[in-house]
């Protein structure tokens, strides 16, 4: 294999071992979703359910990380492309987000957050 082929190579293989590290998983505890790390899960009011799109983007998409799809999502779980191109879990049709102040489990820092951010109840 040529240098080149053999970087292109590796540099594509890391790039899935790196989407995989970020793939999440998401579970009820306590009446609410939280991540794998137990940290509580957000919708935003500006998604429209169903859209496929999320309306978080920019400096938004910093303070409000995206959960990113596990490789196994099945209903009431969706998975939607984000305006950058990368995959997002969706609950009921809506995008679902951690928020950057909450730094360890069962943080609830962003519930209500401007009356836009609500924490997923279930």
Not at 11 to 33: C, N, Q, R, S, Y
Not at 76 to 96: C, F, H, M, W
Not at 98 to 105: A, R, Y
Request: charged fraction near 20%; proline fraction near 6%.
């Amino acid at each position: 294999m040529k240098p080149v082929a053999r970087l292109s190579t590796l540099f594509a293989a890391a790039l899935l071992l790196a989407g995989a590290a970020h793939a999440d998983t998401v579970a009820k505890k306590d009446g609410i979703l939280v991540n794998s790390a137990g940290l509580t899960v957000y919708t935003f009011d500006k998604d429209a359910a169903g859209s496929g799109t999320s309306a978080c983007n920019g400096p938004c998409i910093e303070n409000w990380p995206a959960v990113a799809p596990s490789a196994n999502v099945a209903a009431p779980y969706s998975v939607i492309t984000r305006e950058d191109g990368a995959k997002q879990l969706a609950y009921n049709g809506k995008p679902l987000y951690l928020f950057k102040k909450d730094t360890k489990p069962g943080d609830r820092n962003g519930d209500n957050f401007k009356d836009i951010w609500h924490v997923v109840k279930d």
